[in-house]
């Protein structure tokens, strides 16, 4: 028959239990510190991404209606044979 637990055994198994709970906790923070931090990095390169798109859209878009671009806020200039690419494809339009 099981006899009753005695006060030295709940103090050894509560230290077991403690120490128990804290690895579990450390492996679980590190895995959501893990998680967290590659889904911060996710986001970013998505959002640095999609900036980068837009700005690349609005030069491409604007190349031979300005001689002045800007690129994320550097001023771009347009080179002279892309000029003379979009003076020719505007006379021939014409």
Known sequence: ML???????IGKIGVGVI???VVIGLLLS???TKL???LIILIVVVALGAFVWQQRSSVL??????????????HVKVPADVQA???DAVSKVK
């Open 61 to 74: 878009d604007n190349v031979c209606k300005k001689q002045d671009l800007t690129f994320a806020g550097v």
């Open 3 to 9: 006899s009753a637990l005695q006060s030295d055994q």
């Open 30 to 32: 590190m895995i959501i």
């Open 85 to 87: 690419h979009c003076k």
């Open 36 to 38: 967290i931090g590659r």
């Open 19 to 21: 120490i128990g709970l």
